[in-house]
Nanobody, 122 residues
């Protein structure tokens, strides 16, 4: 079975920085896209950033220029560097990965982490 585990969340003051990590483990043949999502209280989960297996990135408009997504394919890990944090960035952040578990698999499966809380407050 595949597991995604996030880390790096916490409490930070406005203007501060945090770096989130997401490690995938278990039965993994290949990881395609990896992404970060967030869900604030009372709101729907929204996409923050995604990165393809070739390194192409896409960002939600409100985080462009402040957040950077990256990945280390050798470590099955994605990162989200968050700079110039704002109170409105407060949310539970979830990582996601599109994974082929076996070379003979006929399809990929999206897996989710358990989430890590990010709170931006003075």
């Amino acid at each position: 079975q595949v597991q995604l585990v996030e880390s790096g969340g916490g409490l930070v003051r406005p203007g501060g920085s945090l770096r989130l990590s997401c490690v995938a483990s278990g039965s993994i043949f290949k990881i395609y896209g990896m992404g970060w999502y967030r869900q604030a209280p009372g709101k729907q989960r929204e996409l923050v950033a995604i990165i393809t297996s070739s390194g192409r990135t896409t960002y939600e408009d409100s985080v462009k220029g402040r957040f950077t997504i990256s990945r280390d394919s050798a470590k099955n890990t994605s990162y989200l560097q968050m700079n110039s944090l704002k109170p409105e960035d407060t949310a539970v952040y979830y990582c996601n990965a599109d994974i082929m578990e076996r070379p003979t698999a006929s399809h990929t499966t999206f897996f989710w982490g358990q989430g890590t809380q990010v709170t931006v407050s003075s």
